[in-house]
């Protein structure tokens, strides 16, 4: 086997493996928002939404495999001596594709978060997990401290 063949493996399946445990280690502790009642949630609102957030988890396994394999596939081509337009374009093109269909997931999920949860603000940073916009922690997204009693 040809040695580049074999360093092309080898970024592949160091790739996939570190991308692979990076996505399970950076899902971090399951919850919604920054800590209990961020959202408001009733106990029935939050097992439905953990419940659909594990389905999309789910779901989307094989899409972003795919993905990733695809961005990797994507890496080897540009790093060739003489990249091929053609094939990276080519190789583009699937790789979009696949994100579109996350997307239509994506969308599917919110719309069914919303008939949970309707107040739960499922947008751009919202609702879920860790992000910008979330209303907690610092940056641009933080909340602002709670004032102080009157007295």
């Known amino acids: 086997m040809e040695k580049s063949k074999k360093v092309t493996l080898l970024l592949l399946a160091l790739v996939l493996s570190l991308g692979l445990a990076t996505s399970a280690w950076a899902r971090g502790p399951m919850g919604m928002g920054c800590g209990p009642g961020a959202v408001n949630l009733t106990p ?24 990733m394999t695809k ?9 060739a001596e003489n990249p091929d337009q053609n094939v990276i374009l080519t190789k583009q093109k699937e790789l979009n594709a696949l994100r579109d269909q996350m997307q239509q997931k994506m969308v599917a999920f919110r719309l069914e978060a919303k008939k949970i949860a309707p107040d739960a603000g499922f947008g751009m940073g919202r609702g879920f997990g860790r992000g910008m916009g979330g209303g907690c922690g610092v940056g641009p997204g933080a909340a602002a401290p709670p004032a102080a009693p009157a007295k």
């Open 71 to 79: 961005r990797a596939e994507m890496a080897a081509l540009w790093k």
């Open 44 to 67: 029935d609102q939050a097992n439905a939404l953990f419940d659909l957030k594990e389905k999309m988890h789910a779901d989307t396994a094989g899409l972003r495999k795919q993905m």
